[in-house]
């Protein structure tokens, strides 16, 4: 649905802003308009369709728009033009960021967010929510770490704590895929990844090794994970004493103790696996390479002050 279709919808309720009455006005004028030029409709009709009377539209039809309200319209249009393009998983912070950035390139002034959020509401626009719980099983530890991260999920530097995780993908006839990742505390990056058929062992020890080989020789970040029973196998414990790296581990019950990396699968499947369906596995791992590429590279984050995790990252080198 468009800016100008959604016009067309009678708003229930006390309008909040008068402002905002304004712009619904005059969207509602600009469609009665397009309408019947191109489709040669009944003014009148038009006019008892979207509520207004016929003598305000031919007033505003020979006026002369307000700088405000042309800049409105390029800015609806503008949202209407980037909320397509990232298949409406940008909310109203995330879009202000993007068109500040496009605003700043261009030499023009940040626009608020605020009125950025009154303008998606005016084209009926939010970011694609969906929540899906997961699931626990209990497993018998070979070893077990302490929670040694103990919820403090901020990092002075590149490559100093890691949190790590692996969750569920389903695809084609019920068939299940799994993915490993290690998100960086620093800048919030995805440092290394690899997608399954198994939720096993040496998906896991690939994830862990990858991310391992492009460490620098001083750098022996601590990593957390859960009490998975991949995460407390002996050859894990092996692997991470080998790197000369520190494990910790959540407790019981605590998925929050990981909450950085349950946070980044919440959004992954959010903004990407449920807006589509996949009928094989290869479409499957493209579609998370595709946006992991965009997630590290081009997902601006308020957080990191307005840049995306490599920008952010690349400051600290």
């Known amino acids: 649905m468009t800016c100008r279709e959604f016009t067309f919808k009678k708003v229930r309720g006390n309008r909040k802003e008068a402002s905002l009455s304004r712009i619904r ?25 979207a509520d207004v009377s016929r003598a305000a539209y031919y007033k505003w039809l020979n006026r002369q728009p307000t700088a405000r309200e042309m800049e409105n319209q390029q800015l609806a249009d503008s949202i209407q033009h980037l909320y397509t393009q990232v298949n409406g998983i940008y909310g109203y912070r995330r879009i202000t960021m993007t068109i500040n950035r496009q605003r700043e390139k261009e030499g023009l002034t940040k626009v608020n967010k605020k009125r950025i959020y009154r303008l998606m509401q005016i084209c009926g626009l939010e970011a694609v929510i969906r929540r899906r719980p997961r699931r626990y099983r209990k497993v018998k530890p ?15 530097k590149p490559n100093q704590k890691w949190c790590t995780d692996v969750t569920e993908f389903k695809y084609g006839n019920g068939k299940k895929a799994y993915l490993s990742a290690i998100i960086d505390l620093y800048d919030k990056s995805i440092v290394s990844y690899v997608l399954g058929h198994s939720n096993n062992n040496d998906l896991v020890f690939k994830t862990i090794k990858s991310a391992i080989r492009a460490l620098k020789e001083d750098e022996c970040p601590l990593l957390h994970s859960d009490r998975g029973y991949q995460y407390t196998s002996k050859k894990f414990k092996r692997i991470l004493e080998k790197a000369d790296m520190t494990h910790s581990m959540s407790r019981v019950g605590r998925c929050i103790d990981n909450g950085p990396i349950e946070a980044f699968w919440g959004t992954l499947k959010v903004e990407k696996y449920y807006l589509h369906k996949y009928e094989s596995f290869e479409v499957l791992k493209h ?11 081009e997902r601006y984050q308020e957080t990191l002050n307005g840049l995306s995790p490599l920008e952010y990252r690349a400051q600290a080198a």
Do not use: M, P
């Not at 309408?35 to 369709?49: D, G, H, Q, T, Y």
């Not at 070979?142 to 002075?156: G, H, M, P, Q, S």
């Not at 579609?287 to 590279?297: E, P, S, T, W």
């Open 142 to 156: 070979d070893y077990l770490a302490e929670n040694i991260l103990a919820r403090e999920f901020t990092a002075e």
């Open 287 to 297: 579609a998370i390479d595709q946006y992991i590429r965009f997630y590290n590279h």
């Open 25 to 49: 006005i005059q969207s509602r004028y600009i469609a009665i308009q397009e309408l019947a030029e191109k489709e040669n409709f009944s003014i009148v009709l038009l006019c008892e369709i």
